[in-house]
């Protein structure tokens, strides 16, 4: 077997956005993505099967879901390919997964790519509106952050998927943004997602409203409590650590 594969459902258009949502810290990527294809009715078009996920299968309205899915959604000109996963995929996979998800991204035309995630931070509970930090790959990308006015993620360590995500893109010159929001590190965090997507819009060019994940924090924290835990398990095996670290080169 593969160590990656697809299987359409239908033909997938070609797009220019990719949008990646996966467990992480607060499952900020998964909630906010979830909530991205819900608020535009993303059609799911296909999914993603490897050894290195968990041996588990979801049921949604009486069928069987894929854990890791690719919606469309089209606005105007604009095409929208996202990646949607429930469960992180083990250790041994991030590489071979990340060389396989941007060589079949630009295989679909893809022109950049978006991250969606959660930076842990201590003063989380204190915070009205978290921040949003965006860590570019290209100088293009760069220039798209600044003149969003959104914040610069100048210093500091990228682990687990994404990391090999944003390598990927580096090695091969393909724009990547990834847009991590402060957030809970072990506690679903909704109004983090919720900073996350209304950061992205603009950068993506998409009109998305975030009351309802605002107005459903409780309830989104208690019904994905077991994801998240088992995502902490996931992390702690994936070099989530070095986020935390300062690189030498910074002291």
């Not at 949604?60 to 854990?67: C, L, S, T």
Request: charged share 20%; with cysteine.
């Amino acid at each position: 077997m593969k160590e990656w594969s697809f299987h359409e459902f239908k033909r997938i258009p070609r797009a220019n956005h990719l949008i990646v949502g996966m467990p992480d810290v607060g499952l900020v990527g998964l909630i906010a993505l979830t909530h991205i294809v819900r608020s535009l009715n993303a059609e799911i078009m296909a999914y993603i099967d490897s050894p290195h996920l968990p041996p588990v299968i979801m049921y949604h309205e009486g069928r069987p879901y894929p854990v890791m899915r690719i919606h469309h959604y089209s606005l105007d000109s604009n095409g929208y390919l996202m990646l949607v996963s429930d469960v992180l995929m083990n250790v041994r996979g991030m590489r071979s997964f990340a060389q396989m998800l941007i060589e079949w991204a630009q295989s679909k035309g893809i022109e950049r790519v978006f991250l969606l995630g959660g930076v842990p931070t201590p003063q989380r509970m204190n915070l009205d509106k978290p921040a949003v930090y965006a860590a570019g790959v290209t100088e293009s990308d760069i220039e798209i952050i600044e003149r969003a006015g959104v914040q610069l993620f100048k210093e500091g360590f990228v682990s687990g998927p994404y990391a090999m995500i944003l390598k990927e893109c580096f090695v091969r010159s393909v724009k990547g943004i990834a847009l991590m929001a402060e957030s809970f590190l072990n506690y679903p965090d909704p109004g983090a997602a919720a900073a996350v997507v209304s950061t992205l819009a603009p950068l993506a060019g998409l009109r998305i409203d975030v009351e309802p994940l605002l107005k459903q924090e409780e309830e989104i924290r208690v019904r994905l409590r077991e994801t998240m835990r088992r995502t902490m398990e996931a992390m702690r095996a994936s070099g989530k650590t070095y986020e935390y670290a300062v690189p030498a080169m910074y002291i």
